[in-house]
């Protein structure tokens, strides 16, 4: 496994030795800050890099979230993206993002033995409270039907710290939920783990029913933000390829994309 340093001669660190023992994990870069570890993932994909390069920060000064949002990452937390090149149509790109969440949901029980449940489509949640955030990138090709790359980002609240007013009743941390002590690096190993042995198996979804057992939003009313207007609706289902079902005036619609709000 190549590694990369934040400092040069430095010795190999306990991240990169404990990841050697996963075959997806081909290089670390291990960075004190950065503006956002998925900016130097892309960076690194569209120079070739090859998948399984992963890239880790202490912080991030402008880490992105969905939809344009910032993602809060300050010191203490997890921050990394991951370049991947999976063999599956752009269209199923979504599956992805669900196969990381089943698997931060299973290693954060890990780790720290709560409960973890998935707010579709990329957040993970404990005991009311938002501790993860994913957010997959894809570069798509103008020659094949699969994305030259996706880039994979992860971001993990781990201990306390402070957060902005208008965060301080959606984020939580998982220092707060356990009386555990969790090493982020044990957690970073376990979310590779976890990912591993599911990506092989993209386009058969067979993480697809766990996702499904773990969403806190099957069978509950929920608040749709669209473009022409919020409106109210029940989740009834996420179909295989992760899209989320919706029923409204007595009728079924699918989103594959796009923004929900749930009173927890």
Not at 183 to 198: G, H, P, R, S, T
């Amino acid at each position: 496994m190549a590694t990369k340093r934040s400092r040069r001669n430095e010795a190999e660190s306990s991240l990169c030795t404990c990841l050697r023992r996963n075959p997806l994990v081909q290089s670390v870069i291990e960075l004190e800050e950065i503006d956002s570890t998925n900016r130097v993932g892309k960076g690194l994909a569209a120079e070739g890099a090859p998948e399984g390069t992963l890239v880790v920060a202490k912080r991030q000064s402008k880490g992105k979230g969905r939809l344009g949002r910032s993602f809060f990452s300050p010191e203490g937390g997890i921050y990394m993206s991951m370049v991947l090149r999976p063999k599956i149509p752009a269209e199923k790109a979504l599956l992805v993002t669900t196969c990381a969440a089943v698997a931060v949901a299973r290693a954060i029980e890990r780790v720290s033995n709560v409960t973890a449940g998935i707010k579709w489509v990329n957040d993970i949640f404990v005991n009311g409270r938002k501790v993860c955030g994913i957010l997959a990138e894809a570069g798509l090709s103008a020659v094949s039907e699969y994305p030259d790359y996706v880039i994979l980002g992860i971001g993990i609240n781990v201990k306390k710290q402070s957060v902005p007013d208008e965060l301080k009743d959606i984020v939580g941390c998982l220092e707060d939920t356990t009386e555990r002590e969790i090493l982020n690096e044990e957690l970073i190993f376990a979310v590779w783990e976890e990912f591993e042995k599911f990506y092989g198996q993209l386009s058969t979804a067979v993480f697809m029913e766990e996702y499904k057992s773990r969403s806190i939003l099957l069978g509950r009313e929920v608040t749709v933000l669209a473009a022409t207007g919020d409106y109210r609706a029940v989740v009834t289902d996420i179909d295989k390829d992760g899209h989320l079902v919706i029923k409204r005036e007595d009728k079924s619609e699918i989103l594959s994309s796009g923004e929900v709000s749930v009173r927890l």
